[in-house]
Nanobody, 112 residues
Framework: QVQLVESGGGLVQPGGSLRLSCAAS????????VRWYRQAPGKERELVAA????????NYADSVKGRFTISRDNAKNTVYLQMNSLKPEDTAVYYC?????WGQGTQVTVSS
């Protein structure tokens, strides 16, 4: 089955860290761009970070620059989102996207 599966979300205190994973199954996405989006309650889905396929170039939303890092391990067919210095406003459901596929989302809650 062709799909993306996210994992790694959870509850963390402000200032903490989480690492999200996006694993592809049923296809190889090493040559595809992969994007992480998030959607907070009552808000539109927003692009958080992206990484290209071949060169691995990255770009980030201004709100997460310097705190989040997107990376990929093509041997594991997985893309990661390392999130440091988390803030309450980072609370959202995080989704990964590649080609026409979307994962099911993983909840990130930043709260004391």
């Amino acid at each position: 089955q062709v799909q993306l599966v996210e994992s790694g979300g959870g509850l963390v205190q402000p200032g903490g860290s989480l690492r999200l994973s996006c694993a592809a199954s049923g296809f190889t996405f090493s040559s595809n761009a992969v994007r992480w989006y998030r959607q907070a309650p009552g808000k539109e889905r927003e692009l958080v970070a992206a990484i290209t396929g071949i060169s691995g170039s990255t770009n980030y939303a201004d709100s997460v620059k310097g705190r989040f890092t997107i990376s990929r391990d093509n041997a594991k067919n997985t893309v990661y989102l390392q999130m440091n210095s988390l803030k309450p406003e980072d609370t959202a459901v995080y989704y990964c996207n590649a080609r026409y596929l979307w994962g099911q989302g993983t909840q990130v809650t930043v709260s004391s």
